[in-house]
T-cell receptor, first 111, second 113 residues
Framework: GENVEQHPSTLSVQEGDSAVIKCTYS??????FPWYKQELGKRPQLIID?????GEKKDQRIAVTLNKTAKHFSLHITETQPEDSAVYFC??????????FGKGTRLHILP | NAGVMQNPRHLVRRRGQEARLRCSPM?????VYWYRQLPEEGLKFMVY????????ESGMPKERFSAEFPKEGPSILRIQQVVRGDSAAYFC???????????FGEGSRLTVL
């Protein structure tokens, strides 16, 4: 069945440095790739997304890249701040609109 | 525009009892997803429904679990004869058909004693 692999499971970066989280998907027909941020005890919230007809998208300090050939997409956070500490989930949506999530990356921003 | 509403937020059940979790999607959204999240783990897909129709229930255990989304009223995730392993947070989300974005509810946290 469909699968989304996410790495790393935990990531610690110094405040101000960049963080990169990577995901791969198995269904080549997937066409939509959102990223969600979940703070402790809260609901997941969308931070950025990308569609299969676009290779890169940026929103202030956050960017996402997509390599359809390799079935690989990444989240990049630059100039990290303490409030970026959270769990980040990648996801992919297939042609039947089923949305599968990766297992999450716990990001720690170190002072 | 109210967001996705889930209730109850917290539910405690003893082994063997039934749990019913309810989800009202955002206004104008006709597609509902249910996910299960264990502590320190990811969001595991359970089921995807639209009104009066289960589209994909491949993530739902074959026994004890069922879901519905009637023409009127909220979507309901029902767990019969709960066991300790059912303890988790159950998140419901509804999807904007135009953008694809999933909007999550606050989750229902089930504890089985």
């Amino acid at each position: 069945g469909e699968n989304v692999e996410q790495h790393p499971s935990t990531l610690s970066v110094q405040e101000g440095d960049s963080a990169v989280i990577k995901c791969t998907y198995s269904d080549s027909a997937s066409n939509y790739f959102p990223w969600y941020k979940q703070e402790l005890g809260k609901r997941p919230q969308l931070i950025i997304d990308i569609r299969s007809n676009v290779g890169e998208k940026k929103d202030q300090r956050i960017a996402v890249t997509l390599n359809k050939t390799a079935k690989h997409f990444s989240l990049h956070i630059t100039e990290t701040q303490p409030e970026d500490s959270a769990v980040y989930f990648c996801a992919s949506m297939n042609r039947d609109d089923k949305i599968i999530f990766g297992k999450g990356t716990r990001l720690h921003i170190l002072p | 525009n109210a967001g996705v509403m889930q209730n109850p937020r917290h539910l405690v059940r003893r082994r063997g009892q039934e749990a019913r979790l309810r989800c009202s999607p955002m206004k104008g959204h006709s597609h509902v997803y249910w996910y299960r999240q264990l502590p320190e783990e990811g969001l595991k897909f359970m089921v995807y429904l639209q009104k009066e129709n289960i589209i994909d229930e491949s993530g739902m255990p074959k026994e004890r679990f069922s879901a519905e989304f009637p023409k009127e009223g909220p979507s309901i995730l029902r767990i019969q004869q709960v066991v300790r392993g059912d303890s988790a947070a159950y998140f419901c989300a509804s999807r904007n058909r135009d953008t694809g974005e999933l909007f999550f509810g606050e989750g229902s946290r089930l504890t089985v004693l």
